[in-house]
Each structure stands twice: as C-alpha cells, then as structure tokens.
C-alpha cells in the first residue's frame, strides 16, 4: 500500500502493481487543502502520488501485465456495475 486517497467522506486505499520502494511522497497532496486535487487535475504533472524505485526488472513487469480485455474477463464479478451509470 502506497497511501490512502480521501475523495470528500470516502477513503481509497492506493497500492503499487509492481515490487517497490517508496521514495516520496507528493507533499502537496499530503497537505491537502485546495492544492489535494491536483492527483485529478494535472495527474501527469503536479498531480504525481509518488516516486518509487522498482524492486524487479522492467522486463518481469512486462511479462506479467495482461491485457484490458483479459483483466476484465478475470475480475468480470468483481467489476459489474463498476462503469455503468
């Protein structure tokens, strides 16, 4: 687990898909206030949650992920409803 994420009253647990070492924290997430939605607004720029050093090599990770389609298929209960209105 990498941080829990507060969205209003709701709390989500965030966690790392690969082997990793936690290296920071974004801080102006950690502060809060009005710079918090910044994870939703600029995600790929002041919004980062995190840095982390991988523990495996890239290739192991690549190996490993499938595609949409099949992690669909595995977690189809668990996904049902999830995307409809």
């Known amino acids: 687990e990498v941080c ?5 009253r709701k709390i ?5 898909g690969v082997q ?5 924290l ?3 997430l950690v502060r809060g206030g009005e710079e918090a939605a910044l994870w939703h ?3 790929a720029t002041e919004g980062w949650l995190a840095i982390v050093q991988l523990l495996c090599k890239p290739e192991e990770i690549v190996e490993a992920t499938v595609s949409m389609e099949e ?4 977690r189809e209960d668990d ?3 999830l995307f409809e209105p």
């Open 79 to 81: 996904l049902k409803g």
């Open 41 to 43: 607004q600029r995600p």
């Open 20 to 24: 990793a070492r936690l290296l920071e």
């Open 26 to 28: 974004n801080g102006k």
């Open 71 to 74: 992690y669909v298929k595995e």
């Open 4 to 8: 829990n994420l507060r969205v209003g």
């Open 12 to 16: 989500f647990s965030v966690r790392c």
